[in-house]
């Protein structure tokens, strides 16, 4: 495996369900991200881990509640969701420190029923 | 307020007709401005990164140039292979990683 993976691939959950998403970084980076993507909207940033630890939470509700165990993996989990929740949810990886880019996953598309 | 804004937003070109997108930026602290493709279904791919005005990357038909308040994406003879939403996005700080994006400009090219 190699870059940024993430699973599942794609995901329908009703709003009383409890579910995960998965994020796991091969590029020897020590900054992971989750962003949301939603039509026509640009990228917004969840939530910035440097170094394993939490660096920035952009208001994010507590309905989604990320966990970062070590510098290559890192969860976003997921309860009571509502419709509007229903979005591309993109990972990403950089180094920090220079003038590393953000390297993505290809995202999990999710549907909030 | 920090923001990215590009245009057009969407754009139709013939195979072979180039063109240029624009991301016009209003941020402090510029640490560079960066390019990403995004095709359907997938996460974003990155293109190039700009630091100073004057800058200028290029990568098969793409060529990106910087200016202190916009880049320009110049896209020669387009394939249509090149179809795909083009992101761009500012970094703010050299540590803190923060960037912010723009809503991007779909790409179709048409054979």
């Known amino acids: 495996e190699t870059g940024v993976t993430q699973t599942p691939r794609h995901l329908v959950m009703g709003m009383t369900n409890k579910k995960s998403l998965k994020c796991e970084q091969h590029?020897?980076?020590?900054?992971m991200y989750w962003y949301k993507q939603s039509a026509k909207k640009p990228l917004e940033l969840m939530f910035v881990?440097?170094?394993?630890?939490?660096?920035e939470n952009n208001s994010v509700p507590s309905r989604f509640s990320p966990e970062c165990p070590n510098s290559s993996h890192l969860f976003l989990h997921l309860h009571t969701l509502q419709p509007e929740d229903s979005a591309l949810y993109l990972c990403?990886?950089?180094?920090?420190?220079?003038?590393?880019?953000?390297?993505f996953g290809n995202g999990t598309r999710l549907t909030v029923t | 307020e920090d923001q990215v804004t590009q245009s057009p937003e969407a754009l139709r070109l013939q195979e072979g007709e180039s063109s240029s997108l624009n991301c016009s930026y209003t941020?402090?602290?510029?640490?560079?401005l960066f390019w990403y493709r995004q095709d359907p279904g997938k996460g974003p791919e990155f293109l190039f990164t700009?630091?100073?005005a004057g800058e200028e990357k290029e990568k098969e038909r793409l060529k990106a140039t910087l200016t202190k308040k916009e880049s320009f994406l110049h896209i020669t003879a387009p394939k249509p292979e090149d179809s795909a939403t083009y992101l761009c996005?500012?970094?703010?700080?050299?540590?803190?990683?923060?960037?912010?994006f723009g809503p991007g400009t779909r790409l179709s090219v048409l054979p």
């Open positions: 990403a990886s950089s180094q920090v420190g220079n003038d590393s880019p953000l390297h």
């Open positions: 590029l020897g980076h020590n900054a």
């Open positions: 881990y440097n170094f394993k630890e939490q660096t």
């Open positions: 941020v402090s602290g510029l640490r560079g």
């Open positions: 700009l630091y100073s």
């Open positions: 996005a500012v970094r703010r700080d050299n540590y803190g990683q923060n960037f912010v």
